[in-house]
């Protein structure tokens, strides 16, 4: 008898700022950050950095109808991939897109039109042919996407802002926590609080601690910061996501490597890694999770 995860993860990219290709991102992979997560019959995407595309061409493949799209934020790694989504222009799709982290109170449509605009892009909004629905929604809401999918949002230290997402079902959590800096504070505190006693979390790790002072306030977070996060939050396995644009994989494993001597339940999110989630119905012994 084969069960069904309460929860599936999927990454389809899991690099920050800007992709990369080449012999050196064969490991860990060159798509910006985007990942699919499958609950029930509901199909969630947290982002749609260059790994959306790919996405894409297998959801319409397999003929999925109707997707959930959450933008953590629109910076560049994690928008660049929307306007190449081809379920966008499938007619028989209906296209959920949410978003909450505006600062300046910017509405999703509005997000979505600053993508698809000329000269920019050849053609508007407009030409999407899937059926798109508009959710915007405050950092701190509770978002319930499909019955039985239950997700907490909060804001995360980040400049012009972002959301961290944490999806619950049947009693397993999976949390999409990118980008944000550590900060000492409140910031901290909403990690902490998004995170707590989850089972799989997926968080920004950008920087390496000896690379992060030359980069303090550029929003992003290193291994160690996660890590003591994910610690105190009582997380049970957690992935460092948003590499280091051009980090190729050997220092990327060194990475790895060096967190996994202080953190055991730490690994470097990997472009095609699967994870899934086994909750209430299913649970039978003490392992819940498996990837
Ligand atoms: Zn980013
Ligand atoms: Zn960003």
Redesign the pocket.
Known sequence: MSLSPSIAIQVWGAR?TFPMVGADALEFGGHTACVEVRAGGSVMIFDAGSGIIPLGKALLEEGVTEIDLFF??V?Y??IIGLPYFLPAFWNKAKLRIWAGHMLDGSTPEQLVDGIFRPPYFPITKEYMRADVDYRKFSPGDVLEPSPGVRIVTGALN???G?VGYRIEREGVTFCYLT?FEHDGGAGDAEIRRLARDADLVLLDATYTPEEYPRYVKF?HSTWEHCGALCAEAGVRRWGMFHHMHMRGDSDQQAIEDAARKVYPNAFAARQGQRFELFGQPHRSGSDRAAS
């Open positions: 920050g953590s934020h910076h790694d994690h980040h400049p012009n972002a980008d929003g």
